[in-house]
Structure formats: C-alpha cells, structure tokens
C-alpha cells in the first residue's frame, strides 16, 4: 500500500471529496450542474491523455466513447430494465472490447493518419446511430420519469448519479497516476518517445498501443452512460460532438500533456472559461474560437502546458504534482 | 563444436527490384567478436535489421542459438537474449539517461519489472560510465554519450548477443579508446559481440573473424590477417590492388 503515503493520492481523495461534499452540503442545484460539466471535462481530458499524452497518438474523436457509453446505458434502461450500476459497467465494458478490436487495426496507422482515422471513426458512429432504429435514429432515445422512481425518486437519483460521476473522476486521476508509475506506463511513454526504438528495446507496440486505447475507452464510456441517464435522454448530435473532442484536446494541452494533474487542471480551467463565455451574451459561443486559438498558442510557446511551465520554474513540484 | 550462437543462412532481403543483401551465409561461435565490414551501401545494417526482426527476408533464415528466429518481431527476438544499437542513434529524448536503460532492462531477455530494472540500469550506466548524467534527459546528451547509451540499453536486456552498428562512427579518437574499453568488457562478461565498423584499426584489433560484404554479398571470411590480405577486399574498397600494396609498404615503411 505504498500509494497511500503519497501526497498526490490524498490530494486527488480531497478534492474529490470537496466536490462530492461542497454542493450537498447547501444543497446547490446551479453549483451541482456546473461541477457535473467540470467532473465530465476532467474524466474526457484524463482518459485521452492516456493516448495523447503518454503513447504519442492524437485521438481526434475521443467523445465516440461517451457517446456510445451513453447510448448503451439507456438502451439497457430504457429497453431491458436494467439498474444503473449494471447497464453503466457493461456499457464500459463493451465499448472497451470494441475499441480494443477497432484499435488492433487503426494503431497501424501514424501521426496524422491515425488522428483522422479516429474522426472518420466517431462520424460513422454517429451515421450509424443516427439512422438504427433500435436507438430511435436521430429521435434518439428517452427515459421516462417512471425510471428514476426505483432510485428513490428524480431528486434522490440526481445526487447519486452526481456523486457516482464525482467517483469516476477520482477514478479516472488515479488510473493515470497507477499507469503513469507501472511497467506498462513506461513502455507507452517509450513508444511515445520513439516507437522503433521501443520496438527494438522490447516494447510489444501493437499490444501496449492497443491496450493503452482500450483502458482509455472505458471510464468515459461509464461516464457518457452516468452524464445521459441524468439528463434522461441522448440524441446522436450530442453525443458524438465532435467540438467536445477537440476541445478536450485543447484542456489537455493547457494542461500539460503526459501529466497526471495537466488534463485535470486544463480541464477544470477550460470549463471556467467556456461557463464564462457562455453567460456573456455578446461572446456565447464565441469559445469555440477561443479555444482554438488557446490550442495554437499552447503548441507554438508552450507544447508542456501549464505543468511543463511549472516543472520548468520549481523542478520541485514534480515530485507532488505528477 | 557446439551450437553457434547464430547462424546466417542464405539469406537474401529484396526492396522492390533492389537487392540489399543477396544469400548470405555465416556462422557464429559463442564469446566471439565478429566484425561485419564492407563499402558504403554494401547491405550491413539491412542484414543487421533482418537478424534482429526489424526486416523480414524475402529468402533465407536466421537461426540463434539453435532456434530460428526468422520473421520474429523485434520484440520477441530482444526476449530470447539478441540486443542490438541504432547506428543513427535513438534515444528517448524527453526521458532521462536512466529511464531510457530501464525500459532496456525492463522489456529485455530478463522481462524484469521495475523495481529490480531499475538497479540492473544503474549497475549498467555505472560500467558504460554514464552514472554521473543519469538524471540528464536522453535528448541533451553529445554524440559519443548517446551512442555510449546505445550500448547501455541493450546491455540492460541482458543479451547473450550484440549487434553494434557502428558505435565508434563520428567520435573522436579518446572516445572511440573509451568505448573499445567497454566493447571489451562486454566480450569478457561473456556476451558474443557482432559489430558493423568502419574504422579498421579498431574492428582488426577487437574481432576474431571478420565477414566482408560487398554490393550484398559475402566477398570474403576469415581472421583479421586473412581478410587485410584479401586482394578481393582490398580492391572492394581501394579500386587497384596495386596501388594498394604500395600504400601499405609505404605505410611500413
């Protein structure tokens, strides 16, 4: 139980904490839903920094797992009556498998190609969706208000669904973390650095590259299931929206890719900003060309992020922010 | 005799209508150094990257120690004990000295994990001499440290053989006497040494055979003297025998 002597492990449980606790306690609906988006964005930025930032491939449509994590949750519910907990942990599963066999086939690719390969992946997802029946096509599907009852009723299962999606978030940080510190985490980084050499030094490539996709799939996947079961209903558009791909991949590199705390505090910066943009009435949707201009000037002066400019400053933060 | 601990059989390895290397054969004994010499372009660092897996020959097969390898990615051939070095080097740049003969360690013959990697690299730096920057990152090193790394990440798989691809090329004379050093170290820690070299008063002074490759194909085998006094070879890399002779008499005298 080493772990448990690290700083980095109680900062992640506090915060966690903070942010389950902080709006129960004054039973703030308005502050819950802002935390909900910020937990999401940081559950989103984690995960694809699992391949952005420690294998070296940019996975342009990252959002396909939220979605199709969402779209199987409320099938199963909607459909099958199944409970939460089950429908969300198959729809992981599942969209974990799935991006492992998808990823055994596209990680041949590089660079460039594999990042427009993952776009042309989230696009045909969300074709398909968009004309299946099963799940209503672009009606998309709905849950009714008779679903929440056996939670305890809408109010009750809000909080739950709140504080479950706070706990992937935990989960999310510390899975980067354990990653980030095993054998595994180092032969990505290896493949990141150089992938020929990795290969050359022993690094099974394929498998790792494959791996490393999948495991990135599968807390969003829940999370999509958590974020569309609260809100009662998902329609292709918003689930597979491409903006929030790229915009992940703007909090991850704010950030600091190929860092723990990078992706979390881009992501917690980044919804900060859009919420402000958002609520001033002559800039809303203006921050989708912030953010693009944000990831410009990132890579141009700063390709480390905000950690790589604090690593770069006190060398001794490294050792409790990784 | 035993089992060779590798032995190159016909192989050929085509690019389209070009032929890199064209039926070669050899064999290697175990604790030897062999030197794999020939003119620019004569296909040594191709047969190199068919021995380790990078390439699979279109003819021919590799066997090590009495397994044939042939075909097997590069990862799996590092497990069985074959590690090999990047003539243009690649380190892992944005990680540090250490680190990058870690993951040697780490995904070489002993598959160790990360803990016990971690004293086997720095065991390794100690002996190649890089201890003192392994805090460094891999990417600020000079030339000669990084082709010393080179050596020290495939040292940490725990090899029963090396490849060398050419690691005394573009170091300067008190670097190339450091780095014989440590190729002799390796050869008397009992690991078998097969090395590309262009500076010949270095790979005639370490090797025990010599194989010679000209235009993809074997042009010569034998010791150090036996090769030196090749006219065939001779003429491979200086055109005129004649004119040969008389700058080695020149030369000794």
Known sequence: MKFLKSPFFWIVIAVSLLYAVY??????????????????????ATNLNLMIGYTGYVNFGSIVFFGLGGYLTLWLIGGYGWNLYAAVLFAGVVTSLLTLALGFGIL????????????GVNEAVKDFVSNF??????EGIFLPFSTYKSMGGAVHALWTVYFL?????????????????????????????????????????????????????????????LYFFKNGSIVPEEAFNLHLSIESIVMVMLGGQGTVTGPWVGAFLYERLRGLLLTTPSLSNFHLVIAGVLLLLIILFAPGGLMGWLYK?????????? | MSTPILEVRNVTMTFGGLTAVD?????????????????????????????????????????????????????????????????????????????????????????????PAQYVAEEVLEFTGLLQMKDE??????????????????????????????????????????????????????????????IMQAIMSLS?????????????????????????????????PEMAKRILEEEEA
């Not at chain 2, 050899?26 to 296909?43: H, S, V, W, Y």
Request: hydrophobic share 50%.
């Open chain 1, 23 to 44: 709006p129960k306690l004054g039973n703030n609906i308005t502050l819950r839903e802002t935390l909900v988006l910020s937990a999401i964005y940081v559950i989103l």
């Open chain 1, 108 to 119: 041949r690719l590089r660079g460039a190609y594999f990042a427009l390969a993952t776009i």
């Open chain 1, 133 to 138: 029946d099963k799940w209503g096509g672009s």
């Open chain 1, 165 to 225: 999606i706070i706990g992937v978030m935990a989960l999310s940080l510390l899975l980067s973390w354990f990653i980030k510190r095993s054998k595994f985490g180092l032969g990505l980084f290896a493949i990141r650095e150089d992938e020929d050499a990795a290969i050359v030094l022993g690094v099974k490539a394929p498998v790792y590259k494959a791996i490393a996709y999948s495991v990135s799939a599968f807390l969003p996947a829940v999370a999509g299931g």
């Open chain 1, 313 to 322: 400053r006190w060398a001794r933060v490294r050792g409790v922010l990784e």
């Open chain 2, 23 to 115: 039926d070669v054969s050899f064999n290697m004994a175990e604790g030897e150094i062999l030197g794999l010499i020939g003119p620019n372009g004569a296909g040594k660092t191709t047969l190199f990257n068919v021995i380790n897996g990078v390439y699979k020959p279109t003819r021919g097969n590799v066997v090590f120690r009495g397994r044939d390898i042939t075909g097997l990615p590069p990862y799996d051939v590092v497990r069985l004990g074959l590690a090999r070095t990047h003539q243009i080097v690649k380190p892992l740049n944005e990680m540090t000295v250490l680190e990058n003969v870690v993951v040697g360690a780490c995904f070489g013959a002993e598959n160790l994990g990360l803990e």
């Open chain 2, 137 to 198: 990152l891999a990417g600020k090193l000079n030339i000669a440290l990084k082709k010393r790394l080179e050596v020290a990440r495939a040292l940490a798989a725990n090899p029963r053989l090396l490849l060398l691809d050419e690691v005394l090329a573009g170091l300067n004379p008190s670097e190339v006497a450091k780095m014989l050093d440590v190729i002799r170290s390796i050869r008397d820690r009992g690991i078998s040494i097969l090395m590309i070299e262009h």
């Open chain 2, 208 to 240: 025990d055979r010599i194989v010679v490759l000209n235009f993809g194909q074997k042009l010569a085998e034998g010791t150090p003297d036996e090769v030196a006094n090749d006219p065939q070879v001779i003429e491979a890399y200086l055109g005129d």
